[in-house]
């Protein structure tokens, strides 16, 4: 099957900056996309940001300018970078890959998630 690990969480003060990664693997056909979420403590989880296999990406208002999606297609890898952090962001944050397997049909899986604070 398919696997998504995250890795890059923890703790920074506002203003400062993390840089998340996510790398999928297992048997592979077909990355459609890969994208970040995430969810705090009382709260739906939301999407953050999301890229295509064509690089096409879209961004939540609320991290448009200080937050960067970028992938390796050819790892399966996204990263996410984190500037000017604010407490508000954060959460438990959580990749997303969008991926036909060799001999599954087309789903999404989720990794196991991140803590991001930012605190004082």
């Known amino acids: 099957q398919v696997q998504v690990v995250e890795s890059g969480g923890g703790l920074v003060q506002p203003g400062g900056s993390l840089r998340l990664s996510c790398a999928a693997s297992?048997?592979?056909?077909?990355?459609?996309?890969m994208g970040w979420y995430r969810q705090a403590p009382g709260k739906q989880r939301e999407l953050v940001a999301v890229?295509?296999?064509?690089?096409?990406?879209n961004y939540a208002d609320s991290v448009k300018g200080r937050f960067t999606i970028s992938r390796d297609n050819a790892k399966n890898t996204v990263y996410l970078q984190m500037n000017s952090l604010k407490p508000e962001d954060t959460a438990v944050y959580y990749c997303?890959?969008?991926?036909?397997?060799?001999?599954?049909?087309?789903?999404?899986?989720w990794g196991q998630g991140t803590q991001v604070t930012v605190s004082s």
């Open positions: 997303q890959a969008d991926v036909s397997g060799s001999y599954s049909s087309r789903r999404r899986y």
């Open positions: 890229i295509t296999s064509g690089s096409i990406t």
């Open positions: 297992g048997s592979i056909f077909v990355m459609y996309a």
